[in-house]
T-cell receptor
Framework: ELKVEQNPLFLSMQEGKNYTIYCNYS?????LYWYRQDPGKSLESLFV?????AVKQEGRLMASLDTKARLSTLHITAAVHDLSATYFC?????????????FGKGTLLTVNP | KAGVTQTPRYLIKTRGQQVTLSCSPI?????VSWYQQTPGQGLQFLFE???????NKGNFPGRFSGRQFSNSRSEMNVSTLELGDSALYLC???????????????FGQGTRLTVV
């Protein structure tokens, strides 16, 4: 059974600081996704990582994928309050068709002034 | 381009009742997946439909069922509701068949179901 583990589950950080969220998964997959969820809202796609060594950046967020280590990271640079949300990583179990995702538990990020 | 539309947004039901939720995928997307999100279990895959056929099912009891229509719209039904069924139900549509390099699942706003 595929397991996806995120850590930390809770992250409180100050504005301007850097931090990394980790996502480990237990079986081979070369497709990993990061989503953001604001309270009471749906999932917003942040990054799609499709191969080993993939690195994507958008603003203060950068995601990477190491399929050999079965590890993805979401790095936050110089955090701002607007980044406060829950972040999920998800692994595709459908062989590339993305209709069956296994999610991590999520990381609740709170950025304090 | 319209996104994934779920209706209703909020529902309150009583234990023992049944409920039907609806999901209209992005135009042209033929796959619809359903997920349940609860504080305790997180996001869990319920089932997926493609061309009116259920192709995959998660580890949920038979009280959870669904269907897909010829226009790709999907419904999920939960019978004999239990308190533990209170959750945010999300559907996602996927452009299967296009094999785009950055293909992804697009999620709707969800239906918040409260069972009392």
């Amino acid at each position: 059974e595929l397991k996806v583990e995120q850590n930390p589950l809770f992250l409180s950080m100050q504005e301007g600081k850097n931090y990394t969220i980790y996502c480990n998964y237990s079986t081979t997959s070369d497709r990993l996704y990061w989503y953001r969820q604001d309270p009471g809202k749906s999932l917003e796609s942040l990054f799609v990582l499709l191969s080993n060594g993939a690195v994507k950046q958008e603003g203060r967020l950068m995601a990477s994928l190491d399929t050999k280590a079965r590890l993805s990271t979401l790095h936050i640079t110089a955090a701002v309050h607007d980044l406060s949300a829950t972040y999920f990583c998800a692994v595709d179990r459908s062989g590339g068709s993305n209709y069956k995702l296994t999610f991590g538990k999520g990381t609740l990020l709170t950025v304090n002034p | 381009k319209a996104g994934v539309t779920q209706t209703p947004r909020y529902l309150i039901k009583t234990r023992g009742q049944q409920v039907t939720l609806s999901c209209s995928p992005i135009s042209g997307h033929r796959s619809v997946s359903w997920y349940q999100q609860t504080p305790g279990q997180g996001l869990q895959f319920l089932f997926e439909y493609f061309s009116e056929t259920q192709r995959n099912k998660g580890n949920f009891p038979g009280r959870f069922s669904g269907r897909q229509f010829s226009n790709s719209r999907s419904e999920m039904n939960v019978s004999t509701l239990e308190l533990g069924d209170s959750a945010l139900y999300l559907c996602a549509s996927t452009p299967i068949g296009l094999r785009q390099m950055n293909t992804e699942a697009f999620f709707g706003q969800g239906t918040r179901l409260t069972v009392v």
